[in-house]
């Protein structure tokens, strides 16, 4: 496993999973190399300035409140085929000098240097991410002093900003309290209160939120099969608080003798459909791919793309192959040479004729090709 962009935020990567993930902050002060390579200022100006944003993809904010749209954006033409309103770059600036902070939101699914950056930290912590950026303007303050919902690693990439971080369980008590320059990196667990001020000149920081999958998403697929079962959709007697109780002992009776019975394999599986399809396939270079499709024959060499993830799991007598966004169910003789692919960096077709005839396996490999989980070596 590749953890070099989880060791680039918090250096010793074992210490930081035994010690800080899910438990405690992390500070690490002059984290390295700069973050600079992932989105610079000039970058983050260059979207607010150049690429067409729209609103969904821009907000802004003072003294702890999110501003109207209408204060940075324009209503597209009439002759525009946008519904939705433009992001208007003099007005955000403006706003930006009167004290507002611009939050760039969802940069992971855009600009690919984050997009790369994020599906290696995903791949390493097993969760899935998101990042939005925040450029505050001098002596000013995004967000009063609030709680996350999910963990986030702060990349400070231009100027510095003072970070206080409280303790989870006790507000009073302040766990950290620094002024991060660029470079800096600091970890924050889901729930520990935080807030962040800039001093004498801008700040510019990248927020990687961690969208972690916790005991609740094994309790939801449950209640979602349980509500499949005709007998968890009868009526119950609610005349009196006697009656009630009884329905109540009724049903919970009911639902462990449902439990006892409960298929885990199914339920395992349709986790796995929530876990591992639900990120943005990494397709750069696509069109050249598809267009070498016909080319392809036992001698083509093929690699996994950079960043893609698969997951092999049987299931209705089919393999299930759970891509980045997408379930593909394939044939259980084409088994052994999924194995062969998803074990393997790069390889010749031919490598497959064993386990495939050569005609399955040109199938196949270009299959997978199309999905985005293999692309062939042209310098091979």
């Not at 989105?39 to 969904?56: F, K, N, T, Y």
């Not at 609610?238 to 394999?265: F, G, P, S």
Request: some cysteine.
């Amino acid at each position: 496993m590749d953890v070099s962009a989880l060791r680039r935020c918090v250096g010793d990567v074992d210490l930081f999973l035994d010690r800080h993930w899910g438990q405690a902050p992390l500070l690490r002060v002059g984290a390295g190399a700069s973050f600079d390579a992932l989105a610079s200022l000039d970058d983050l100006d260059r979207m607010v300035a150049s690429l067409g944003l729209r609103e969904s993809a821009l907000r802004m904010v003072k003294d702890g409140k999110t501003l109207p749209p209408g204060a940075y954006t324009s209503s597209p033409s009439t002759r525009s085929r946008a519904k939705d309103a433009a992001v208007n770059a003099a007005l955000v600036y403006e706003r930006f000098e009167e004290g507002a902070t611009i939050v760039l939101e969802g940069l992971h699914r855009y600009w690919e240097p984050l997009t790369e950056f994020c599906r290696e930290l995903e791949i390493a912590l097993g969760h899935r991410l998101q990042v939005n950026a925040y450029i505050t303007p001098p002596g000013a303050q995004g967000f009063d002093v609030h709680r996350d919902d999910h963990d986030v690693f702060v990349l400070q990439i231009w100027g510095s900003k003072h970070w206080i971080v409280y303790d989870r369980n006790d507000e009073d008590r302040v766990l950290i309290d620094e002024v991060i320059e660029s470079g800096t990196s600091l970890y924050i667990p889901q729930g520990f209160p935080h807030a962040a001020t800039t001093g004498e000149s801008a700040s510019a920081h990248l927020t990687v939120g961690i969208l972690t999958h916790d005991s609740s998403d094994v309790l939801k697929e449950i209640v979602h099969l349980a509500s499949e079962e005709p007998i968890f959709r009868e009526r119950i007697d609610v005349r009196d608080v006697e009656t009630l109780a009884a329905e109540v002992d009724r049903h919970v009776d009911e639902l462990q003798t449902w439990l006892d019975k409960l298929d885990r394999d199914e339920l395992t599986t349709r986790l796995a459909r929530k876990v591992f399809t639900t990120a943005q396939p990494m397709l750069r270079g696509q069109l050249r791919q598809l267009d070498a499709l016909a080319s392809i024959d036992g001698s083509t060499v093929v690699r996994r793309r950079t960043g893609a993830t698969c997951t092999l799991r049987a299931m209705d007598g089919e393999i299930r192959v759970l891509l980045a966004d997408r379930e593909l169910s394939l044939p259980p003789m084409a088994g052994s040479a999924l194995d062969h692919v998803t074990s393997r960096e790069r390889f010749a077709v031919s490598e497959l004729h064993p386990m495939l005839d050569p005609e399955s396996a040109l199938v196949l490999v270009r299959r997978l090709v199309r999905e985005g989980l293999l692309e062939v070596v042209f310098d091979a």
